[in-house]
Every structure is written in structure tokens, then in C-alpha cells.
């Protein structure tokens, strides 16, 4: 077994190096609206939407694949019943892969798949009450390339947040640019 992780390890560190003349770094920043699932039966008011934002850092060490971080916020959802309100926020650290697929000079479509580290806040009655977990996300997008090192992407982000055992899908739908340096 040790010889098999050494070899996938120097294989892996082979391939790095014989690709280091594409290595190359980039930043993200993107906005967009958020979808929080909060149960709205009952209530006098309720907007499971909210303002997302995701920033980036990456690093393409081979064509079309790239190691990112990210930052993430899905919004914040927010409820009423009389004069009693909560405002519901995820967000999120992510880490994982990122592959473009090019449709030839100008477009192309990125996907990404890593782990999401969420943290889910409630806010109500002055109370503050946060749970924290681990989840995978799963993101997608079709981006156009108007300059050779500047993108242009328009995307969804994909996870599940968790408060008190209670899980849910959260969403974000965000354009932004994408700089390679």
C-alpha cells in the first residue's frame, strides 16, 4: 500500500512539474441572489432570497484544471410573523477542483466539486443561535473570454447547510469576473 501512495505521489508531483509553463493563478469575485430553504407556512412574511457574493483563489496547474478556495455567502432569508422577525444566514469556505471545458477561444463551461465548510446563523428575538458542517458543493457555469486573461462567468453554487439537524439545499446564482495572472 506504501508503494502505491508513494507512486500516485510522485506521478502526481511528475505531472505538476511537466505542467508548470500553464501553471497559473487567478482571482474571482461574483454577486448574485441567494436561496436559503426556510419553511414559510404560517408566517405573515417571508423572502428566502437573499444577496450572494463568492470570492476565489485559484490555481490552474495543468489545462482546464484548477485546486480553488472560496469564500462564500448564500444570503440571507429572512421572516415575520406579527412583529416578531429572523433573519437566516449560510455561508461558507470551500475547497476543491474546478474544470474548464472550452468551447473554443471565447466560451467555455467551468464546473467545480469540492467541500464546503457552512455555518448556518440564526437571528431572532435578539438571540443568536450557529451550527456549523461540512457538506459537498457542487457549482457550474458557462463563461465568456472578451480579453485573454479576463472571464467573464455566469453561475450556480450548490451546497446543503445544516441547523440543529434540520439539512437543506442552498443556492446561489452568480455572475462575476474571473482573473488569470
Not at 458543493?137 to 479576463?150: F, K
Request: with cysteine; aromatic share 8%; glycine share 14%.
Amino acid at each position: 500500500m506504501t508503494r502505491f501512495i508513494t507512486g500516485l505521489a510522485v506521478a502526481a508531483a511528475a505531472a505538476t512539474l511537466s505542467s508548470t509553463a500553464m501553471a497559473q493563478a487567478y482571482l474571482g469575485a461574483a454577486g448574485g441572489r441567494g436561496t436559503i430553504p426556510v419553511d414559510c407556512a404560517g408566517l405573515t412574511s417571508c423572502d428566502k432570497k437573499g444577496d450572494a457574493t463568492r470570492f476565489l483563489l485559484g490555481y490552474r496547474f495543468a489545462p482546464g484544471i484548477a485546486v480553488e478556495f472560496g469564500v462564500s455567502d448564500f444570503g440571507t432569508a429572512k421572516q415575520a410573523f406579527g412583529s416578531a422577525t429572523a433573519d437566516i444566514t449560510v455561508a461558507a469556505f470551500t475547497l476543491g477542483v474546478a474544470g474548464d471545458a472550452p468551447f473554443g477561444r471565447w466560451a467555455g463551461l467551468t464546473s467545480r466539486v469540492g467541500l464546503a465548510r457552512l455555518k448556518t446563523e440564526v437571528t431572532s428575538f435578539g438571540l443568536h443561535q450557529s451550527d456549523t458542517n461540512t457538506a459537498p458543493y457542487v457549482g457550474v457555469g458557462l463563461y465568456v473570454a472578451p480579453w485573454q486573461n479576463i472571464r467573464i462567468e455566469l453561475g450556480l453554487d450548490m451546497s446543503r447547510a445544516e441547523l440543529n439537524g434540520d439539512k437543506g439545499d442552498v443556492r446561489a446564482v452568480l455572475l462575476g469576473v474571473r482573473a488569470l495572472f
